[in-house]
């Protein structure tokens, strides 16, 4: 079962402030913190689409840079791909 408090702790609330706003370091402090929890640990995400994502923490950093950036990896990229799609779709290609 998934347990939701885990991603309210300290620790990893701190990482992804840390992720978002630290000096140097930004994705080691976010793993070390991941890989600290351990795999005993299991969590998820909402993504920007509203889907469940499971948290692997022993690679935390990548997560905790979704949750910064809104539930999305790389929304640049996303949005760009969107828009194509919507534009291919419009003109029926």
Known sequence: MYNQSTLRSLP???????????????GAVARAIGRWYGPECSSFI????????SIDFANFDIYANIINNGGCWDRHVMDCCARVLMLACSRSI
């Open 12 to 26: 990893i609330r701190f990482a992804v402030w840390w992720a978002a706003h630290g000096i140097r370091g930004r």
């Open 46 to 53: 909402k993504t920007r689409s509203g889907a469940h994502l």
